[in-house]
């Protein structure tokens, strides 16, 4: 029987995507590169085998439901969903300015994706010994630090970006709270500002820093938590 844990990754081809896949792979996982773009998906699967990873690209639009739908037809068993892809289309706009077609765009891949991929891929969760759901979310979306004025994150000026992690983490708690006493756990991640071409750049964290919650849960050992909001110093308020 093959005991290889097998792992999903949406928007996998570049940013913390690439590197779970990297590390999680490195750690003896067979991933599946999930991206929107194949050939993009094609391109990091090569660089993946290179390093002597057990990969297979995906075509995965989280924002396409037929195309979560086909995704789900190439893969029989999963133990691992990171639902990572994300966007922020909205920057230093006022909420008073901010526009709802940005909004919308925010919500279509951060929130209504992951819920469609997560709904589609649930039952092979569900047939997995311990399947495992990790939602990239952000401290930004914490209800509880947006409202506290000694926080940068009170400051900023993304709130369409910041509503969709704050849903995101809705679905972590309500979803974790179905699947209680099942052996699927359901968590949400906050990666901290990192260093990729995400939001213009600039993050003060390296992509290994950030991805470094997210691969402990996906490589913990009988892993319990389910229902939280963390990142590599503890908890995260919601
Ligand atoms: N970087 C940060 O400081 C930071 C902080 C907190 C949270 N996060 C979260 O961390 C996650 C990863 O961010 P990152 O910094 O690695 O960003 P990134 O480098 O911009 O990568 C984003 C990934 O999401 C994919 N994506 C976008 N729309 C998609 C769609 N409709 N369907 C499938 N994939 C799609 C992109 O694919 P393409 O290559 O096709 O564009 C890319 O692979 C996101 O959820 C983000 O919100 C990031």
């Known amino acids: 029987m093959d005991m290889t844990i097998k792992t999903l990754i949406t928007g996998a081809d570049r940013g913390m995507g690439y590197e779970l896949a990297l590390e999680l792979g490195l750690k003896g996982q067979y991933i599946y590169v999930g991206s929107r773009n194949l050939a993009c998906g094609q391109a990091a699967v090569a660089q993946l085998e290179a390093a002597g990873i057990q990969a297979q690209a995906v075509q995965l639009d989280v924002t396409d439901h037929e195309s979560i739908v086909a995704a789900k037809m190439s893969i029989t068993n999963l133990d691992?969903?990171?639902?990572?892809?994300?966007?922020?289309?909205?920057?230093?706009?006022?909420?008073?300015?901010?526009?709802?077609?940005?909004?919308?765009?925010?919500?279509?891949?951060?929130?209504?994706?992951?819920?469609?991929?997560?709904?589609?891929f649930l039952p092979l969760l569900k047939a997995a010994p311990a399947g495992r759901i990790i939602n990239i979310s952000s401290a930004v979306g914490s209800l509880t630090l947006a409202s506290?004025?000694?926080?940068?994150?009170?400051?900023?000026?993304?709130?369409?970006?910041?509503?969709?992690?704050?849903?995101v983490n809705m679905f972590t708690i309500k979803l974790a709270a179905e699947l209680e006493g099942t052996p699927v756990t359901v968590n949400a991640v906050n990666p901290g500002w990192v260093d990729t071409s995400f939001g213009g750049g600039g993050g003060?964290?390296?992509?290994?820093?950030?991805?470094?919650?997210?691969?402990?849960?996906?490589?913990s050992d009988a892993l319990t938590d389910s229902g939280t909001f963390s990142d590599i110093d503890g908890i995260v308020p919601w």
């Open 204 to 219: 003060n964290r390296t992509v290994q820093v950030g991805v470094s919650r997210t691969v402990e849960l996906a490589t």
């Open 148 to 167: 506290d004025a000694n926080t940068s994150i009170h400051k900023l000026q993304a709130s369409g970006y910041q509503a969709s992690k704050s849903a």
């Open 80 to 120: 691992i969903l990171i639902n990572n892809a994300g966007i922020a289309v909205d920057h230093e706009t006022k909420p008073s300015e901010l526009s709802l077609d940005a909004i919308r765009q925010d919500f279509n891949v951060n929130y209504f994706g992951l819920i469609d991929v997560t709904q589609v």
